[in-house]
Nanobody, 116 residues
Framework: QVQLVESGGGLAQPGGSLRLSCAAS????????MGWSRQAPGKERELVAT???????NYADSVKGRFTISRDNAKNTVYLQMNNLKPEDTAVYYC??????????WGQGTQVTVSS
């Protein structure tokens, strides 16, 4: 069983920055990839960014050049640095982790609101 705990959400002004963190805990697993998705009111959940153990990253077109995903493998922690935030980035952000069995786990979500 993998538990994911997110932190770092909140309110930011347009053009501002926030940094999200997600720490995985538990035992008896090996994480292969971690990432972030988001869900805005009335919309489907969408992929934001992913990163493999080897550091290969993937981003949604809407966040390329503004968001950076990074990972501390020793701490089983993934980060999402969000710069130049826009109102359309407002959503609940969910951390996820995939383990070697292929099973994916999700965090509880953290709210990000971008508004002046």
């Amino acid at each position: 069983q993998v538990q994911l705990v997110e932190s770092g959400g909140g309110l930011a002004q347009p053009g501002g920055s926030l940094r999200l963190s997600c720490a995985a805990s538990g035992s008896g697993f090996s994480i292969t990839s971690m990432g972030w998705s988001r869900q805005a009111p009335g919309k489907e959940r969408e992929l934001v960014a992913t990163i493999t153990t080897g550091g290969i990253t993937n981003y949604a077109d809407s966040v390329k050049g503004r968001f950076t995903i990074s990972r501390d493998n020793a701490k089983n922690t993934v980060y999402l640095q969000m710069n130049n935030l826009k109102p359309e980035d407002t959503a609940v952000y969910y951390c996820n982790a995939r383990i070697t069995s292929g099973q994916r786990y999700w965090g509880q979500g953290t709210q990000v609101t971008v508004s002046s």
